[in-house]
């Protein structure tokens, strides 16, 4: 199995693939240092599976799947992450993610994970499923629209424009996005909500 690595820690990431080197069946035939190297190596070097940072300069892992899926690359992904929010795994699931681990996963489990996910199956850190699939976003598309252009600093009135609505309209999906997050006010929605990844 041919892997591309990209990690933006440069220590981790040669402790990583002098690790997974010494498996039988992986070669690491490439690392990258940023998103954009990533996607450029990706289409070079035709890995069979790209192992991805979440958080990279220039591009992140997710942005990298995304490109890769509407290119139609056949190179699987498996996102490495220190970050159990939820948004961003939904985000990586309708980008064709096909592994969520965590970044301090045992290399033995990294390496049958990777085996899993070439062999066409999915792989998700179990430290990071119950988080996952027992929370969903609870909110809607408008709801989540309404919220993130709140946390850019707009008022009402400008959400209303932005969006073709009415000022009472935005203040409705607003109070609704409040309710289902158990929140104070707009501050605490969007730290909620930030948090959790369900702004992505």
Not at 117 to 141: D, I
Not at 152 to 173: C, F, K, M, W
Request: proline content about 4%; charged content about 25%.
């Amino acid at each position: 199995m041919r892997i591309l690595l990209a990690e933006d820690q440069a220590m981790l990431r040669s402790a990583m693939s002098a690790l997974l080197d010494m498996e039988d069946d992986i070669e690491v035939i490439g690392e990258a240092e940023n998103g954009e190297q990533a996607l450029a190596m990706t289409r070079d070097l035709q890995p069979d599976l790209c192992l991805l940072d979440i958080e990279m300069p220039h591009m992140s892992g997710l942005e990298v799947a995304e490109q890769l899926k509407n290119q139609g690359s056949p190179c699987k992904i498996v996102i490495l992450t220190t970050f159990s929010r939820v948004g961003y795994f939904q985000r990586a699931m309708r980008a064709g993610v096909r592994g969520f681990l965590l970044k301090d996963s045992p290399i033995g489990e990294l390496a049958d994970a990777l085996r899993t996910v070439q062999g066409g199956g999915r792989a998700v850190s179990p430290a990071l499923a119950l988080t996952f699939w027992e929370a969903e976003n609870p909110l809607t598309e408008r709801e989540r629209e309404v919220l993130k252009l709140a946390a850019e600093g707009l008022p009402a009135g400008e959400i209303a424009q932005r969006l073709h609505l009415t000022a009472g309209t935005v203040r409705n999906y607003l109070s609704e996005a409040f309710q289902k997050l158990e929140a104070k006010n707009r501050i605490d929605a969007i730290a909620i909500a930030g948090k959790n990844g369900w702004l992505d």
